[in-house]
């Protein structure tokens, strides 16, 4: 079946420090690719994502393109700020789960000042 | 309007009680989800409903019982719940069809507490 693969956090950074999570996508065919956020206590927020191989997403400072060679989608910025502290999941959707989206395990990101 | 509302936002229930949990969305898409999701962990899917059909059951217990009055609602039936289903509950809706793109809306959530 699909899979995502996260890298595993928490992550702990200083502010305007560079970040990057990765993660890899297993499945068959070239499915949608997905960055979501979750602040506290808050439902999940689309953040940017890619349909098709060298598609560039980005929104907020935040990058990933998505490459088709190793299916990878990392997610980065140049600088972070305190109030991009929350949780971070990569997901895709399509390949052989029509109508599912399959989440990574979450990336705990704290910055602090 | 580009939003999926969810109500309530909190709701705390003993085991014998009976519950609903409700969504809505105004964006005209045809397939709508539930999530539930425990802390610090990624969404569960539990339901999926295309064209307001039942297209996907994870396996939920019968303590769960969604409905799809329309194609804007979504609700969750709760009854005789444990604990241990204490969770976020997260609506999403999609334009739905599956295919090469299946970008999903999140709603903001239920916090559910069992006692």
């Known amino acids: 079946g699909d899979s995502v693969t996260q890298m595993e956090g928490p992550v702990t950074l200083s502010e305007e420090a560079c970040l990057t999570i990765n993660c890899t996508y297993t499945a068959t065919g070239y499915p949608s690719l997905f960055w979501y956020v979750q602040y506290p206590g808050e439902g999940l927020q689309l953040l940017l994502k890619a349909t098709k191989a060298d598609d560039k997403g980005s929104n907020k400072g935040f990058e990933a393109t998505y490459r088709k060679e190793t299916t990878s989608f990392h997610l980065e910025k140049g600088s972070v700020q305190v109030s991009d502290s929350a949780v971070y999941f990569c997901?895709?959707?399509?390949?052989?789960?029509?109508?599912?989206?399959?989440f990574g395990q979450g990336t705990i990101l704290t910055v602090h000042p | 309007d580009t939003e999926v509302t969810q109500t309530p936002k909190h709701l705390v229930m003993g085991m014998t009680n009976k519950k609903s949990l409700k969504c809505e969305q105004h964006?005209?898409?045809?397939?709508m989800y539930w999530y539930k999701q425990k802390a610090k962990k990624p969404p569960e899917l539990m339901f999926v409903?295309?064209?307001?059909?039942?297209?996907i059951n994870e396996s939920v217990p019968s303590r769960f019982s969604p409905e799809c009055p329309n194609s804007s609602l979504l609700n969750l039936h709760l009854h005789a719940l444990q604990p241990e289903d204490s969770a976020l509950y997260l609506c999403a809706s999609s334009q739905g069809g599956g295919g090469p793109y299946n970008e999903q809306f999140f709603g903001p959530g239920t916090r559910l507490t069992v006692l």
């Open positions: 964006m005209g898409h045809r397939a």
């Open positions: 997901a895709g959707a399509g390949g052989t789960s029509y109508g599912k989206l399959t």
């Open positions: 409903y295309s064209y307001e059909k039942l297209s």
